[in-house]
């Protein structure tokens, strides 16, 4: 899906302004609706991952928003995140700290696109140049989808947790043990990504071609594109 996004926007900008508009107005009813499939409540759908891309991809566009000083990014974001946890923990178990949940920490709730765009932002006027953070970064998605896989999850991740928590009882020894559990959970994940890595690159790369032809040859002669 990312080739395709790419190269719509490539040769047409305000393509991308029309899947933002529409994927995020999905995304984010679903964030707020109550009664949908548990597939598609709180993030975990195609439609916020698309969503987020798309604007992703924006940023990446427009760059204007790297003039803003470092200084005002980070007070915004800590000023928000104090006054939202702050508004949080002495409405919790009421109905207005039901509405502020809602609102601030699905992954595809206003609150949380909020703190995740000035986090990127932070993190994208960053310039670092290294192979082993540009590892780690690029296996970031395939560390989600394994950790988040429920029989991973549930049948490892958690119960290994519970028994830690149980055999050591200690908060600072629980804490280091969950910092190593994290660690080798990344280290799994980013063997597991490299290795099927040319799997991906080629169907990507195949992908991409045929998009480049599809878009080419149909949309923008038919003027779709104009």
């Not at 395939?142 to 928590?165: G, Q, V, W």
Request: with cysteine; net charge positive; proline share 4%.
């Amino acid at each position: 899906m990312a080739p395709a996004i790419n190269s719509f926007s490539a040769k047409s900008p305000v393509h991308l302004y029309y899947i933002i508009v529409i994927s995020g107005s999905i995304s984010l009813y679903m964030g707020l609706a109550d009664g949908l499939d548990p597939s598609l409540y709180g993030g975990n759908n195609i439609i916020n991952f698309l969503f987020i891309y798309s604007l992703g991809r924006l940023l990446h566009n427009k760059q204007e928003w790297k003039k803003i000083p470092d200084s005002k990014l980070i007070t915004l974001y800590l000023v928000y995140n104090i006054f939202l946890f702050t508004i949080f923990y002495f409405t919790k178990r009421s109905f207005l700290g039901d509405v502020v949940y809602k609102l601030s920490f699905p992954y595809d709730s206003i609150g949380l696109l909020l703190n995740s765009l000035l986090l990127f932002m932070l993190f994208g006027k960053i310039q670092i140049r290294s192979t082993t953070i540009n590892t780690i970064a690029t296996s970031t998605f395939a560390m989600y989808l394994f950790h988040h896989n429920p029989i991973i999850l549930y049948k490892i991740i958690k119960p290994l947790t519970i028994y830690l928590d149980t055999a050591l009882g200690g908060a600072i020894s629980l804490f280091f043990a969950l910092v190593l559990l994290t660690v080798a959970i990344m280290m799994v994940t980013i063997a597991v990504d490299c290795f099927i890595r040319p799997t991906t690159k080629f169907l990507e790369n195949m992908v991409s071609s045929s998009i480049e032809h599809l878009s080419h040859n149909v949309f923008l002669k038919d003027g779709f594109g104009k």
